[in-house]
């Protein structure tokens, strides 16, 4: 039986593997804000489980069936993600927090249904990709904003759906994936960038200039 937190566990592996961290005992218990010791004891009944290739002191990995699970919850949560925020106008910066808690209750039966519904999609509202139901994961090419040079013409391709505040401050620039925008100047010392986004101007601060990926525009 796996539980909610196991599940939650399997995401934020996932997630940390996707940026490029390796995932040890505690870079997992700062990102999941728990002792390093529950850390331990919950990746050992990971590892019980077969989802997970444990070492104490070394990173975790996850085994082909942990993997797999994974994909199942993070296609839980995007799909559900899109559809609340497609067929309920939840707003954007609403759908992750309710997703989080639909993702492990979600049958796969609704799960198809959802999918159907939404013409099999690509991306959750965040610019994240929906794994298929075979587990494939179609990442497109981006960078983070604030590596970009001033004067690159950039389209937004993904923003991190976890802080709401951020995700509506973003909204109010209109900052969602798809969205165009130069990178018109930038302080030095992380300071803030200048955005055209349509006919506006923005100067987006640092820190929120981190959660957003882009791409050139041809
Ligand atoms: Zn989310």
């Keep these: ?30 990102y999941l804000n728990v002792s390093p010791a529950s ?44 559809y609340l925020a497609e067929a309920l106008n939840v707003p954007w910066d609403k759908v992750h927090e309710e997703a989080e808690k639909l993702e492990h209750v979600l049958s796969e039966d609704l799960e198809d249904r959802i999918a159907a519904v939404l013409g099999n999609p690509q991306f959750d509202p965040h ?16 960078e983070p904003l604030i590596n970009m040079g001033v004067g690159d013409k950039l389209v937004v391709v993904e923003v991190d759906d976890e802080d709401a505040a951020l995700l509506r401050y973003l909204g109010e620039m209109s900052l969602y994936p798809g969205t165009n925008l130069i990178l018109l100047a930038r302080a030095p010392f992380d300071g ?27």
């Design 39 to 82: 850390v331990t004891s919950m990746c050992k009944k990971l590892a019980d489980l077969n989802l997970l290739e444990y070492e104490p002191y070394q990173g975790v990995r996850f085994s082909k069936a942990g993997e797999k699970l994974a994909l199942e919850i993070v296609r839980h949560h995007r799909l559900l993600e899109l």
């Design 192 to 218: 803030p960038l200048t955005l055209q986004v349509g006919n506006n101007q923005y100067d987006l601060g640092y820190q929120a200039a981190k959660s957003i990926m882009v791409a050139p525009t041809k």
């Design 1 to 30: 039986m796996v539980s909610q937190a196991m599940q939650d566990y399997l995401k934020a592996i996932y997630k940390l593997q996707r940026e490029g961290v390796p995932v040890s005992t505690s870079v997992l218990a700062n």
């Design 127 to 142: 610019g994240a990709p929906i794994p298929t139901r075979s587990g494939d994961v179609f990442q497109p090419q981006s």
